[in-house]
């Protein structure tokens, strides 16, 4: 009584009190103790009975291999197992049988538990069922199917199946997907009577909706008389996880009053059916009932919601209200939140978030770093980067190849070439992303030729490109003026490689051309290549008209785009802008401006300093240092012009005065960061500057002006590539 209440300490007093304890006295202590999860104590006093010179019978032997199995003690189960052989109950007891291939199965040794099954005098249904649960626990589950075949054709005890081994045989059927032997399981069951079994039938339908048969599922569900949650939940999570999400929807508005209550696992399902049809309003609806039936504590539910709020939603408001309501938050809750930061643009509010994780102790693991690491590359927040870097190495996050990449994609996005390129040789096994992104690197910073030749020796080393590899190459041909190298390795991808190019490598070939003042061969490519050009093929060769000042083909690109009605149109209209500006056509920029009501996006540009990210738009004048900023500015325009510094007035858009326009020159937002990155820290230290737009041509001169001066070395990462400047030059020689 005291065992089975849980009061180990007074089945003891009791055991203790008695003068000769017997067999059973010792197997109903050892059974106290096993019951209540204390093994080490059970095969304790097992030994003891043992070493009193008692004799164990088949119930103690039960009990004691029981302890084993719960313990998964293989060792000193198959002393048991020696034991029992020497008294030959397994010839008879079934019970003691079915317990030693229960214990081998849990202890993984499937091998010990054929072999006992095989041993056995006599065998049961149970034994049988013992038997199959055993190899599917194990993830051997054609290894089951293939006993439950034997149970039913070659047992000689002619044994029939019930509905514990039809569950199990389709659970089986489930995991190998094996559709048609499931189909031979449910005849069976009809024939057996076990077709109206809840069990069974909450099987098939798993079953059939897991294999891909949703329409067989729906028709055991609406066999159903009594259908159970189970089976209610088995057929929403069915249609949700199929891609069926509206049939989920429908079938959850068929639950009446006499129904069972749905509970979290038919919530689970409305919501990834919610999730994957992006229906919003719906989503709500079911948050509501989980509120009203009282499971919005749960964590798992809350995992889903914020899944939902962040897939559904054109804002995080609604996803970050379901955050902050939740009582409990695992590392799935914190990487839902940072992912939907990342993914929607906000990354200094991904890096708030990751630093409050960590302010609560919960360790983020390989998808919350290779996102932090995507939020420093946005910002250029190196140090916070080499943190994450810094907790990587530490050993308490393991380092896959996906996080190393993160990492190189991270230091060279902020700047850090010599970073990215320490990261790619310490990376064991090099994937074709890992190469990739260093060819891509080295051509971002301007070092073009290092990162073809890198393309090469990837080859040597017997690796086959892909198109990744490809396009980083290409990419690496346009953006270090070589032509004539990247038509070699355009032309190689089929008959070399045995890669079709795909939009993506004709897209660079376009830049190419374009940048190479090769504009007429760009534009035949557009309209002869086998895909229907999109604004991004336009825009590079309009980009091109503009370096080689082409007004009359960059008015013609320019009516391709707005007839393509761009969602990016402000571009276009800032490009042709910029190319009448050029030529001083003020009447066509009026013109061109006016044409679209489209606004561009203003200039804003990042500078990390003390693990702080700090922003500036063109023109702002909002930051708290705002004063000091300006004074730095207006000494450095000073500096700069007794140096030769000339302001570029093409560059200004607004047909102003020309002091006017010096005025907005100087508050473009990159010289905004540099002049607050100068006040901010001590002299000698380089600048890392992240811009969303590509440098304009003033604020490319004045960076090569200002590094001379203050004798710094100053990263400009734009839109397109780094400029390192130092000394005042330029890493991109003015080839942009």
Known sequence: MYGKCGSVADALAVFHAIEHPNSVSWTLIVAAFARNGHYREALGYYRRMVLEGLRPDGAMFVVAIGVCSSSKDLKQGQLLHAMILETRLLEFDIILGTALITMYARCRDLELARKTFDEMGKKTLVTWNALIAGYSRNGDHRGALKIYQDMVSKSPEGMKPDAITFSSALYACTVVGDISQGREIEARTVASGYASDSIVQNALINMYSKCGSLESARKVFDR????????????????????????????????????????????????????????????????????????????????????????????????????????????????????????????????????????????????????????????????????????????????????????????????????????????????????????????????????????????????????????????????????????????????????????????CMVDLLSRAGRLEAAENLIHDMPFLPDAVAWTSLLSGCKLHNDTKRAARVADKLFELESEDEHSTVTLLSNVYAEAGRWDDVRKTRNRRAARKNPGCSYIEINDTVHEFVAGDKSHPEEELIAAEIKRLSKQMKDAGYVPDMRMVLHNVKEEEKEQMLCYHSEKLAIAYGLISTPPGTPLHIVKNLRACVDCHAAAKFISRIVGRKIVVRDSTRFHHFENGSCSCKDYW
Request: net charge negative; hydrophobic share 40%; charged share 20%.
């Open 224 to 507: 159903l008389k009594n259908r159970d949650v189970i089976a209610w939940n088995t057929m929403i999570s069915g249609y949700a996880k199929q891609g069926a999400a509206t049939q989920a929807l429908e079938l959850f508005q068929r639950m009446g009053p006499n129904d069972p209550k749905p509970n979290v696992v038919t919530f689970i399902g409305l919501l990834t059916a919610c999730t994957n049809l992006e229906d919003l309003e719906q989503g709500r609806a079911i948050h509501r009932k989980v509120r009203e039936d009282g499971y919005e504590s749960d964590l798992v539910i809350g995992n889903v919601l914020l899944n939902m709020y962040t897939k559904c939603s054109s804002s995080l408001e609604e996803a970050r209200q379901v955050f902050e309501r939740m009582r409990t938050r695992d590392v799935i809750t914190w990487n839902i939140l940072i992912v939907a930061y990342v993914q929607y643009g906000q990354a200094k509010d991904a890096l708030d978030i990751f630093k409050q994780m960590q302010l609560e102790n919960v360790a983020p693991n390989e998808i919350t770093l290779s996102n932090v690491l995507s939020a420093c590359a946005v910002l250029g927040a190196k140090r916070q980067g080499k943190a994450v870097h810094a907790l990587i190495a530490s050993g308490r996050c393991k380092a896959d190849v996906v996080l190393e990449n993160s990492l190189m994609n991270m230091y060279n996005r902020c700047g850090s070439l010599d970073d990215t390129v320490g990261v790619f040789a310490a990376i064991r096994d090099k994937s074709l992303v890992s190469w990739s992104t260093l060819i891509a690197a080295y051509a971002q910073h301007g070092h073009s030729r290092t990162g073809l030749e890198h393309f090469w020796e990837l080859l040597q080393e017997g690796l086959a490109a892909d198109d990744v590899t490809m396009v980083s190459t290409l990419s690496a041909c346009s953006h270090g003026g070589m032509l004539k190298e990247g038509v070699q390795t355009f032309l190689s991808m089929v008959g070399d490689h045995g890669l079709a190019p795909d939009y993506r490598h004709f897209l």
